[in-house]
Nanobody, 127 residues
Framework: QVQLVEFGGGLGQAGGSLRLSCAAS????????MGWFRQAPGKEREFVAA????????DYADSVKGRFTISRDNAKNMVYLQMNSLKPEDTAVYYC????????????????????WGQGTQVTVSS
């Protein structure tokens, strides 16, 4: 069974940085598109960033473009989210997601595009 485990969340300051990591097990990383989503209290889960099978294609929500960077290391079965210039509105539980992508350039923005999910990691940004 595929497992995704996020870590690296915690408390950050506005203007600061945090790096989230997601470790995938029993997943064919080179066949899977991966993404990060977040959910703030009382809000819907929203797309943050996505990356294609080999990292050649990335996609970002407008709210994080230019501040966050998604990357992956298939040899280690890891995906990362580098978050810079943090804002209080970035406070949320962040989820890692993965699913098979038939084309190497594919990424998914919709949560329904992902079959596998991690349990989430809390990110809190203080002003």
């Amino acid at each position: 069974q595929v497992q995704l485990v996020e870590f690296g969340g915690g408390l950050g300051q506005a203007g600061g940085s945090l790096r989230l990591s997601c470790a995938a097990s029993r997943l064919s990383s080179s066949l899977s598109a991966m993404g990060w989503f977040r959910q703030a209290p009382g809000k819907e889960r929203e797309f943050v960033a996505a990356i294609s099978r080999y990292g050649g294609t990335t996609d970002y929500a407008d709210s994080v473009k230019g501040r966050f960077t998604i990357s992956r290391d298939n040899a280690k079965n890891m995906v990362y989210l580098q978050m810079n210039s943090l804002k209080p509105e970035d406070t949320a539980v962040y989820y890692c997601a993965a699913d098979f992508a038939p084309m190497s350039t594919m990424t998914y923005r919709e949560a329904s595009g992902y079959h596998y999910w991690g349990q989430g990691t809390q990110v809190t940004v203080s002003s």
